[in-house]
């Protein structure tokens, strides 16, 4: 399912043509007959595991989608750089279907589903999860990751003169989303509504932030953690090798 090519020392634009090459060259024999003929998934990782990317991990091996992830360079300064020729945004997850390169791991994940997996874990247009589905997908990086990370730079800029409305708006972001998060989570079983969806998927990433950049007391999130314990037992959850928690950074020298 998952091939990991490093080219850590090769000429980049010469790694990444040895790399399209090998991959479509057939060596890769695990394409499903419901993707067959479907655009093959390359997923550009950072070097460093538990970016965004593992979205992207996790919905492939949930959904059966074979992808091939690439490390352009064990070099994570490196590694960016490489991936900005891809896709001038250069963020993680970079990832090309067939021959169109995009950035946003909502997107992403919507259009592997769209694509590649009949809709894949999205509820039927007449379910009431949808709507909830799409919320939650949506508020991963919208609202939640939004609030989570300038309340964390507004900390880290506290003391300087300049404290206006705005920016006391965003202090205590970090309660009010998991406050929300929490509130669904006591009335249904996963952010997707009654069943998993990429929508639990997205909301894995922003609860590890909080805890990590905002040292958010999970203690007060009965609901969350007890939603986290499920959806890190799932099998593709392994399978992805997605972190439990946040690794702190490498910072360059
Ligand atoms: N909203 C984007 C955020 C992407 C993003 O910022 N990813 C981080 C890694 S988790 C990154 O690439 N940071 C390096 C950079 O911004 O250059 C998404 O969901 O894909």
């Known amino acids: 399912m998952k091939k990991i090519i490093q080219a850590a020392g090769m000429t980049l634009g010469l790694a990444v043509g040895a790399m399209a090459a090998e991959t479509s060259a057939g060596k890769d024999n695990t394409t499903s007959s419901a993707t067959k ?4 998934v390359t997923l550009y990782q950072s ?4 970016t965004r990317a593992e979205r992207v991990n996790w919905l492939c091996e949930e959904l059966n989608v074979p992808y091939t992830a690439v490390i352009l360079s064990e070099d994570a300064m490196e590694n960016n750089l490489a991936v900005k020729k891809i896709n001038t945004m250069g963020t993680f997850p970079t990832v090309k279907v067939g021959d169109i390169t995009i950035v946003e791991s909502g997107a992403i994940l919507q259009l592997i589903e769209m694509k590649l997996a009949n809709g894949g874990t999205t509820p039927p247009i007449d379910s009431p999860d949808l709507a909830y589905h799409l919320q939650w997908l949506h508020y991963a990086e919208g ?3 939004t609030r989570i990370s300038t309340e964390y730079l507004l900390k880290a800029v506290q003391g ?8 006391q708006r965003h202090m205590a972001g970090t309660q009010r989303v998991l406050a929300y998060m929490e509130e669904h989570l006591g009335e249904h079983p996963y952010f997707g509504g009654e069943n998993f969806t990429s929508a639990d998927i997205m909301m894995h990433f922003p609860i590890k ?3 990590f950049l905002n040292k958010a007391d999970m203690a007060q999130y009965p609901n969350i953690s007890a939603w986290r314990e499920k959806v890190e037992s799932r099998p593709a959850f392994a399978r992805a090798g997605v972190q439990k928690e946040v690794i702190p950074p490498k910072m360059p020298r």
């Open 37 to 40: 003929g479907a655009p093959q």
């Open 47 to 50: 070097p460093t595991p538990g």
């Open 143 to 145: 609202a939640a990751m």
């Open 160 to 167: 300087q003169p300049e404290h206006t409305m705005q920016t």
């Open 209 to 211: 932030q909080a805890v």
